[in-house]
């Protein structure tokens, strides 16, 4: 069990890499005085926040090998082998970048470094992923020109997450570490770091994207209307127990078994669950999700998420799209697990 344990938390990492560059937040501030024409390049972020100042401060990093990539709208490239990234057509950044250093995994050892740099051509797109983050459960507010983020978690998985917007660009900043290791570089210097992107970012002239670039192509049709399945709410169902030994839950995300709550249901198409969770802050909860044919009892494939409060209520979105080894209608059971009690609304929409 701590095997299988240890591969999806793997997967979950390397899953929020993605989620991050393709659902990213920006806003828009001003830019004087000017120092730097924007030419839609690796350049650019290597300008926002060098890699030297990246080591010169956290020498760890230059032990690892580098991983990195530039993808602009419409394109895939790889960041790692049999790890593609790609931006849609019609996504809201035109550009991204990637930069970063991690670890094999060692057991449940684990440290990963990441930069994520993007670009956003208009205000609306901006305004657009602003919310996207906040509908993520990433917490951010207006700093003057900008706009800024910070996400945390401790023991057993350590995780620091930073953000900084304004000006048509965002840079995020990610440093993770198992509770054995220690972090690459830690709050206090990428604190250090979102200062000096925020004075780079001020001096950004912007430019026109050049013709590779595709502008933002619309999806097509009106935009979608979430219709609701069902409401579940925790007092609704029986009070939590402690997971069983012998069942899974994240043993990198929680200090100890977690208690837990299950319900179930059957859904015919791609999905969603908006979550409105309450409690302490920086209590831990997970959101385990397994899919199943019909008639049988090993499921086809499940999905890991975790979460923190960073504030008493948080309200999260997530789509769940079916998988292509399943075919309609499925059963979905969703177990919520936390590590200190909190009450929680789910909705269910399709």
């Known amino acids: ?102 670890t094999e995994w060692e057991g449940n050892s684990f440290r990963s470094f990441g930069v994520f740099t993007m670009f956003f051509e208009t205000a609306e797109y901006l305004d657009e992923y602003i919310q996207l983050m906040q509908m993520s459960g990433f917490p951010v507010q207006e700093d003057g020109d900008f706009v800024t983020g910070v996400l945390e978690s401790g023991a057993p998985m350590q995780s620091v997450q930073l953000l900084l917007a304004g000006n048509h660009c965002c840079i995020i900043l990610m440093d993770v570490a198992s509770s054995e290791e220690s972090l690459f570089c830690g709050k206090d210097t990428l604190t250090e770091f979102i200062s000096m992107a925020r004075s780079n970012i001020t001096s950004l002239e912007i430019t026109p994207l050049p013709s590779e670039i595709p502008e933002r192509e619309p999806g097509e049709g009106e935009p979608y209307e979430w219709q609701e399945v069902m409401t579940v709410r925790s007092d609704e169902l029986p009070p939590p127990v402690r997971v069983p030994e012998e069942e899974f839950y994240n043993e990198l995300w929680f200090d100890d078994r977690p208690l837990m709550q299950v319900f179930n249901f059957v859904i015919d198409k791609d999905w969603r669950f908006v979550m409105t969770a309450t409690g302490e802050v920086n209590t831990k909860f997970e959101v385990y999700t397994t899919v199943s044919l019909p008639g049988e009892q090993l499921s086809s494939y499940a999905y890991d998420q975790v979460f923190s409060l960073y504030s008493e209520t948080v309200t999260i979105t997530r789509e769940q799209p079916l998988g292509e080894e399943v075919e309609p209608p499925v059963n979905v059971e969703i177990k919520v697990l936390f590590d200190l009690p909190i009450s929680w609304v789910i909705t269910i929409e399709k």
């Open 1 to 102: 069990m701590k095997r299988t344990a240890g591969l999806l938390t793997k997967e979950f990492i390397l899953v929020l890499t993605v989620v991050i560059l393709v659902t990213g937040v920006a806003t828009c501030g001003k830019s004087t005085p000017t120092a730097y024409e924007l030419t839609h390049s690796a350049a650019d972020a290597e300008y926002i926040l060098s890699w030297d100042s990246i080591v010169s401060r956290c020498p760890d990093i230059s032990t690892y090998d580098k991983l990195e990539t530039f993808v602009h709208r419409g394109e895939t490239t790889q960041f790692a082998p049999g790890e593609p990234i790609s931006l849609e057509e019609d996504s809201p950044a035109a550009w991204g970048s990637i930069r970063g250093v991690r």
